[in-house]
C-alpha cells in the first residue's frame, strides 16, 4: 500500500509561483511512474502532469506547457509540481498519483487518464486570484 500526501497549496497572485510536493510513505516509488491530476471547481479531474518512473520522461496537458515543471526526488520518495506563471484558470484542487503498473508505452502524444493510476493522495487547494 502506498500513501501519499500533498502539500504546497496555498492562494496565490496571477503570475506567481507555487511548488507543490507529494511525499509518499508504505513503499518505495523509485519504481512507479507518477503523475499529477487537478479537479477544477464544478469539473472532471484532468491529467496536468506525468513522470516516468527515472524521470526521463515527462508529459503535460498543453495548457501548463512551459509553465508547470513536474520532477522526483526517488531518495526522498517525493515528487514534485514547480508551477510558474500561474493563471486563474489553474484554481483546482490538486492531486498526485502514482502508477503501480508496468511502465508505460511512451509516445510523443502520450496522455494518460486517472485510470492508469492506481494511489492518489487527498489533493492541495491551488487558487490563483485575478
Known amino acids: 500500500q502506498v500513501h501519499l500526501v500533498e502539500s504546497g497549496g496555498g492562494l496565490v497572485q496571477t503570475g506567481g509561483s507555487l511548488r507543490l510536493s507529494c511525499a509518499a510513505s508504505g513503499r518505495t516509488l523509485s519504481r512507479f511512474a507518477m503523475g499529477w491530476f487537478r479537479r477544477p471547481q464544478g469539473r472532471q479531474r484532468e491529467f496536468v502532469a506525468h513522470?516516468?518512473?527515472?524521470?526521463?520522461?515527462?508529459y503535460y496537458r498543453d495548457a501548463v506547457k512551459g509553465r508547470f515543471t513536474i520532477s522526483r526526488d526517488n531518495a526522498e520518495n517525493t515528487v514534485y509540481l514547480q508551477m510558474n506563471s500561474l493563471k486563474p484558470e489553474d484554481t483546482a484542487v490538486y492531486f498526485c498519483?502514482?502508477?503501480?503498473?508496468?511502465?508505460?508505452?511512451?509516445?510523443?502524444?502520450?496522455?494518460?487518464?486517472?485510470?492508469?493510476?492506481?494511489?492518489w493522495g487527498q489533493g492541495t487547494q491551488v487558487t490563483v486570484s485575478s
Open positions: 513522470i516516468s518512473w527515472n524521470g526521463d520522461q515527462t
Open positions: 498519483a502514482a502508477d503501480s503498473g508496468p511502465p508505460p508505452s511512451y509516445t510523443d502524444n502520450y496522455f494518460p487518464t486517472s485510470h492508469e493510476y492506481d494511489y
